[in-house]
């Protein structure tokens, strides 16, 4: 069956280029032309991955990101005509996978969308059991699902990923380059800030207090592991 993708613009013409290309894909695709009706459309017709322009009228792409986080971890591009620094964070910080700047090819666009919708299928043989304990964390691999404590914890597919990284190399410390290799993909290597950005949601999310980390510690100079404590 072919992966389904929401394409949200409000510019018809870049719209149409966009479906365009990812229908040639074969990808199945429906859109939507402001964040009001993306939203609708998300609701009743889940898809596997989300494009969404920022810069949009009733409700701006950072709103309907930051609404879909609240009840789905589906993969979100944000994609964006701002290139400035503070602009693509807010876009991660709002729980986005990944982002792209305008203009940009159809090239690029595909191989975001292959790369972002190939860290959602997160690999089911990897773990031997079935949960994962670290202190107060606990991960059910089989329903791909965190809890802190007894509180469920809501992570997109990328944060997830990136936590399974640590939890299969608990105790190793592993550099900036290895986590967006295997988490991102190769093409990703020297993007720190997309991995800077992650971690600090992670710890927002998993630690008690995000300023002195427990599960996601750094080491400087080196990168990050997830240090082995008794449970």
Not at 9 to 22: I, Q, S
Not at 175 to 204: C, F, H, M, N, P
Request: glycine share 6%; proline share 4%; aromatic share 8%.
């Amino acid at each position: 069956m072919a992966e389904k993708i929401l394409v949200v613009d409000d510019e018809p013409r870049y719209l149409r280029l966009l479906e365009a290309n990812l229908r040639t894909e074969g990808y199945d695709v429906y859109t939507a032309q402001d964040g009001v009706r993306a939203l609708e459309a998300f609701s009743t017709n889940p898809a596997d991955l989300i494009l969404l322009d920022v810069m949009m009228p009733r409700l701006d792409g950072f709103s309907v990101c930051q609404r879909i986080r609240q009840f789905s971890n589906v993969p979100i591009i944000i994609l964006t005509a701002k290139g400035e620094e503070q602009d693509r964070v807010r876009g991660l910080d709002m729980g986005a996978d990944d982002y792209l700047v305008k203009p940009f090819s159809a090239t690029e666009l595909l191989a975001r969308v292959r790369a972002v919708l190939r860290r959602s299928q997160v690999s089911k043989d990897v773990a031997q059991s079935r949960f994962f304990e670290h202190g107060d964390l606990k991960i059910d691999f089989a329903r791909a699902e965190v809890w802190r404590g007894s509180q469920p914890v809501f992570l997109s597919a990328t944060e997830y990923r990136l936590l399974l990284q640590f939890a299969h190399n608990i105790g190793k410390v592993l550099s900036a380059e290895e986590l967006l290799t295997s988490v991102w993909g190769a093409e990703y290597r020297d993007d720190k800030e997309i991995l800077w950005v992650s971690i600090a949601r992670l710890r927002q999310k998993l630690e008690a207090d995000a300023h002195s980390p427990k599960h996601i510690v750094t080491r400087s100079g080196l990168g990050y592991l997830m240090p082995p404590i008794e449970i």
